[in-house]
């Protein structure tokens, strides 16, 4: 199934991950996945996979699927060449951990496409137990070949408890009976190496997890420090075969917790930013398979640092632009595209069609002169060059990402003066004070309707379409610090 942008796999009903490829650009050189959970703390994870292969053997596999554009043909041969050595799977997080029964064990071809003759569909029998392992073999790792290259957004229960579930990232001699008998190759983690002291040892790093919170022990794994602005190559464990080149650049970006990375996908030009910031709730929070999910603010821990998130977000930023400005320099194309003539216009300013939460004008009748049929206009869109987009390890999975970046930037500024409505709500665990700033309060803490800008006690410039897009969740005394230490006079150097 093809829906806003994203090629969506049919998974059985029982399994809490659904899985869609991202295509943001048709050049890309290799297949990116978002994998979402449904987890029983309510966090709705993003994971990322991506399947990076040498380049040899990505020509072959170019040359196998000559000029046809078929895309689940393409994900069935990741399984079926004898070519597992030669690739890597990067996720990025691996998410909850969540493990349940599979309560509608079937064959399946799902992961053929739709014209695909039946002796190309792959039919695979259902695993007995979903987690993320057996969620990965049944979709993009069959038989479970492909090592896993995992990047840790940070060390949040709801980010590492899925390492749990993968292979050991001990050498091969340590993986269990089971992986030895099946040729598993180990997992390796990459961790920023901005504060390893946040992680490390393992008594830091059950205690910054939180994952006590939910009456869990953390996974025990081996890091891989992974140093700011490096690019990412994988090599294997034993030392065999050549390196992997990745176009995945690691960033460093505290903030949220001093251990936070960020990653920009060069092939994509996708910026992830973890938990770092992101909006509170898209279409695909609103339409998932298990009904629509609560909106999510970005939520500051107790070592969340305001002042650092700002340096965070200057350089990215930074970076972000600099990168706009090669890109701008790519020849313009004009594209055919269809936009509903009234709907899609949310209260955010954002339009979502075809591209899911991609930011795209909404086309009004006086700015086509094309074809109508019933209430959809066809129109030619003469896009200009490509821009970052920006992703996040919740809710968000494609936003302009320099306006991203100075929207969020704005919405803390007007935090830290206190000039958006909020309202205390429970506690942290250790009994520090909590609050929830975001628009869609009045000034007596109540909610109002979702979106209402005619209010004027939460409008006070009558341009609140961005800025509706997000909520803050953090101890009191995390903004009073960044209060004391952030000059209001501009949260970001920005021209705004």
Not at 181 to 195: F, G, I, Y
Request: net charge negative.
């Amino acid at each position: 199934m093809h829906e806003r942008g994203r090629f969506h796999l049919d998974i059985p009903k029982s399994c809490p991950f659904t899985i869609s490829k991202i295509s943001l650009n048709s050049q890309s050189s290799y297949d990116t996945w978002l994998i979402r959970e449904h987890d029983q703390y309510g966090e709705y994870p993003h994971i990322y996979a991506k399947i990076c292969q040498t380049s040899s053997q990505h020509s072959r596999s170019c040359d196998q699927q000559g000029s046809r554009d078929d895309t689940w043909e393409t994900v069935e041969n990741h399984g079926q060449d004898d070519h597992a050595a030669d690739k890597v799977i990067i996720l990025s997080d691996t998410g909850c951990g969540t493990e349940v029964p599979n309560m509608t064990m079937t064959q399946s071809s799902s992961l053929a496409s739709n014209n695909q003759t039946p002796s190309k569909a792959r039919t695979r029998q259902s695993p007995g137990v979903w987690n993320l392992r057996t969620f990965l073999e049944y979709t993009i790792n069959p038989d479970g070949r492909i090592p896993y290259l995992v990047l840790t957004t940070h060390c949040h229960y709801d980010h590492i408890l899925g390492l749990a579930k993968l292979p050991s990232t001990a050498a091969e001699s340590g993986l269990a009976p089971g992986d030895q008998q099946r040729h598993c190759p180990s997992t390796t983690v990459l961790t920023s190496s901005h504060d390893k002291s946040f992680v490390t040892p393992y008594s830091n790093l059950q205690k910054h997890s939180l994952c006590g919170s939910v009456g869990l022990d953390a996974p025990t794994y081996t890091i891989t420090w992974a140093p700011d602005m490096s690019v990412v190559t994988w090599h294997q464990s034993t030392g065999l075969g050549c390196g992997i080149p990745t176009p995945i650049t690691v960033l460093h970006t505290p903030g949220h917790t001093p251990d936070s990375l960020s990653w920009y996908d060069a092939d994509l030009r996708l910026l992830c930013v973890g938990d770092t910031f992101y909006v509170k709730e898209t279409d695909t929070t609103r339409e998932s398979p298990w009904g629509p999910e609560p909106p999510m603010p970005t939520i500051f821990p107790s070592e969340g640092n305001v002042t650092d998130l700002r340096q965070t977000l200057k350089k990215l930023l930074d970076f972000v632009q600099a990168r706009n400005k090669e890109l701008s320099s790519q020849k313009q194309n004009v594209v055919r595209r269809h936009s509903h003539r009234c709907a899609g216009w949310d209260q955010c300013g954002f339009n979502h069609h075809d591209q899911g939460d991609v930011p795209e004008p909404l086309f009004r009748d006086e700015t086509a002169k094309s074809r109508v049929e019933d209430d959809w206009l066809f129109v030619d869109l003469h896009r200009g060059p490509p821009r970052v987009r920006l992703a996040a390890a919740h809710t968000t999975v494609s936003v302009d990402a320099e306006a991203a970046i100075v929207s969020f930037g704005k919405f803390m500024e007007r935090v830290l003066r206190d000039e958006i409505p909020k309202v205390r709500v429970e506690d942290c665990g250790h009994g520090e004070e909590r609050w929830l700033w975001d628009y869609a309060l009045q000034d007596d803490g109540q909610a109002c309707k979702h979106g209402d800008e005619s209010n004027g006690n939460a409008s006070p410039n009558g341009d609140l379409r961005y800025l509706y897009r997000y909520s803050v969740m953090a101890p009191l005394r995390v903004i009073e610090e960044g209060r004391k230490n952030v000059l209001l006079d501009g949260y970001l150097t920005v021209n705004w």
